[in-house]
């Protein structure tokens, strides 16, 4: 049997590999920077964060949570990093476009799991007259400052601009039956739709 010996050209590579610098990265001890559109952690800008809700619409991985507390008046936006798919829906989807973002950090390993696990607090505006969540209150104010001036026909932003400067205070004060007066009332969809039979129909 003939033995086959090596090319010319795979000996040069052998050779010249033994003085050169190797081609693998340093990573760990020197992460290599990714491209600036690289889809990595997910962060939330907790003062841009106005607690609507759309990225746990939006999340196929149901990675995002909405918790709702009334007797505290407190709406918890959760974070489960270790469902994230990092497919960036809410980010796309975010109504602010700067409450939640992208990072470049792609390094997310943890070995205790409360590590993947994150979440803000924002202030609940509950409905003066059953209680029930309507949405935060920076929700409220951020459609207001969206909608300018013809958000004073709407009684539900005046209420949120009036409360944010201190005039009026809204608290839940719940009641069997609706009256008109409770027109310029905070009001879920349900009672205002309620209210506007009777003050329309006296329903």
């Known amino acids: 049997m003939k033995m086959k010996y090596p090319k010319l050209r795979e000996l040069k590579e052998a050779i010249t590999s033994l003085f050169s610098k190797p081609y693998t990265t340093k990573f760990p001890k020197k992460p290599s920077v990714p491209y ?3 889809r990595g952690r997910i962060e939330f800008d907790e003062e841009q964060c106005i607690g609507c809700g759309a990225c746990a619409e939006v999340c196929p991985a149901n ?3 909405i918790k709702d507390i009334p007797e505290k ?3 918890k936006v959760i974070y489960h990093l270790d469902m994230c798919i990092l497919c960036g829906q809410c980010v796309a989807y975010c109504i602010t476009k700067k ?7 792609y390094d997310m ?3 205790d799991k409360k590590s993947f696990y994150y979440e ?4 609940l505006v509950l409905c003066e007259r059953c209680g029930r969540p309507i949405t935060t209150k920076d929700h409220l104010l951020w459609i207001a400052e969206k909608v300018k001036e ?3 026909a709407n009684p ?3 209420l949120a601009k009036l409360s944010k400067m201190g005039i009026v205070e809204l608290e839940p004060e719940r009641k069997e039956e609706a009256y008109r007066a409770d027109h310029m009332r905070l009001l879920c969809p349900s009672c205002r739709k309620e209210v506007y039979l009777r003050e329309i129909w006296g329903y």
Do not use: M, N, S
């Open 36 to 38: 600036p559109r690289f």
């Open 63 to 65: 990675a995002r949570e």
């Open 73 to 75: 008046r407190v709406r």
């Open 99 to 105: 409450g939640i973002y992208h990072t470049l950090d």
């Open 109 to 111: 390993v943890h070995t």
């Open 120 to 123: 803000i607090e924002k202030e």
């Open 150 to 152: 013809p958000g004073y």
């Open 156 to 158: 539900t932003l005046i």
